[in-house]
């Protein structure tokens, strides 16, 4: 049996119910751990991993943070050997910014983005295939700006050209939603209140995960 490790990287607040959700629902073990607010050890004990999700923060790449090199030089090993990593939000954009893409804020402002949004596949990946259009959770104020060195841009929205990155050659995903969103996370940080959209979102959030662990 395959397992995964989540990676947290919470400045104010835990996803732990997000991932117990995914846990309970595939029954695949799981470990989880919390690099941005207790450091590297666990991910480091950690040496039976068959993939790595790594999840949002409330920092922002272009902070450059300590933290945020030491997550990368544990991974891009692991990523070199073939181990898939499927990057979430902030992880999206921190591994978009390690190969060469500009991060920076959706609006100059600095306005946040919290809502249910419609992304168009342009190529198929995780399962999903190409034309597909499927309503995600969103709760970011930054997006990747410019395609990375090595990825092709596998969605885009009306508000963002480049919704979800595949690397051409290394077992690397990347999304700019939140697919791994529990009703709590939702409801709390994508501020929805429709009961049918939340349910839509968590059923197209749960087939973008499940692509990604029949690619373990």
């Given amino acids: 049996m395959k397992t995964i490790a989540f990676i947290d990287n919470f400045i104010e607040t835990p996803v732990i119910h997000s991932v117990n959700d995914f846990i309970l629902r595939t029954k695949l073990p799981c470990s989880y751990h919390m690099p941005a607010t207790y450091g590297m050890e ?9 993939g790595y999700v790594l ?19 544990f991974l891009l090993p692991k990523i070199e050997k073939g181990t898939p990593v499927l990057g979430i939000c902030f992880g999206h954009q921190l591994l978009a910014y390690h190969f060469g893409s500009e991060v920076n ?21 995780l399962g999903i295939q190409k034309n597909t259009n499927l309503l995600l959770g969103f709760s970011h104020s930054q997006e990747v700006k410019t395609v990375p060195t090595g990825f092709d841009v596998v969605a885009k929205s009306k508000i963002c050209a480049i919704e979800a990155l ?8 990347t999304f700019q939603s939140h697919p791994e969103a529990s009703e709590f996370f939702l409801k709390d940080s994508a501020e929805l209140q429709d009961e049918k959209t939340i349910q839509q979102v968590i059923r197209n959030g749960q087939a973008v995960l499940d692509g990604f662990v029949r690619e373990l």
């Fill in 42 to 50: 666990s991910l480091k004990k950690c040496k039976q991993a068959d």
């Fill in 166 to 173: 595949k690397h051409k050659k290394l077992p690397i995903w």
């Fill in 105 to 125: 804020y959706i609006h100059q402002n600095q306005t946040k983005h919290t809502e249910a949004r419609e992304i168009s596949f342009l190529n198929s990946t």
């Fill in 55 to 73: 999840l949002g923060s409330a920092s922002h790449v272009t902070e450059k943070l300590d933290w945020h090199q030491q997550l990368l030089d």
